[in-house]
């Protein structure tokens, strides 16, 4: 399946007094992970609720295994479980600047059609471009 990887260094404002990420702010980096994922595609999250199409989080699984710093340089790579239904599902894994492994996670969104509000399945335009 298709993997994305960005990085990213860690921003002050992101950190305790300890210079440690605060753990909510992973969740940020999981959604710069995917969002690059789909645009990478050649879709934004943008366009795509622009055509009707919400995606929401339904559930979020994260693993901490070591903190991520003030300042560090991290990477975030991001990859699609198996292939969308009503849902999509992606696997993530955070690292430092000395390929240590931080963070691994899942998420699971669901496509919502945005006018009526109810659970849809994955775009055509989605699907075809991960057969490719």
């Not at 963070?103 to 055509?124: G, H, Q, W």
């Amino acid at each position: 399946m298709k993997i994305t990887t960005i990085q990213f260094r860690v921003r002050y404002g992101e950190t305790d007094q300890m210079g440690v990420v605060y753990y909510g702010n992973y969740a940020q980096y999981l959604e710069q992970g995917r969002t690059e994922w789909l645009r990478e595609l050649g879709f934004s999250y943008k366009w795509m609720e622009a055509n009707n199409v919400q995606l929401p989080v339904v559930h979020l699984s994260i693993d901490y295994k070591h903190p991520a710093r003030y300042d560090d340089l991290i990477t975030v790579r991001t990859s699609l479980v198996k292939m969308p239904t009503a849902k999509i599902e992606f696997f993530y894994e955070i690292f430092n600047e000395s390929n240590q492994l931080l963070v691994s996670a899942t998420t699971v969104l669901v496509f919502i059609n945005t006018e009526t509000k109810k659970l849809m399945k994955a775009p055509d335009y989605l699907l075809e471009k991960l057969a490719e």
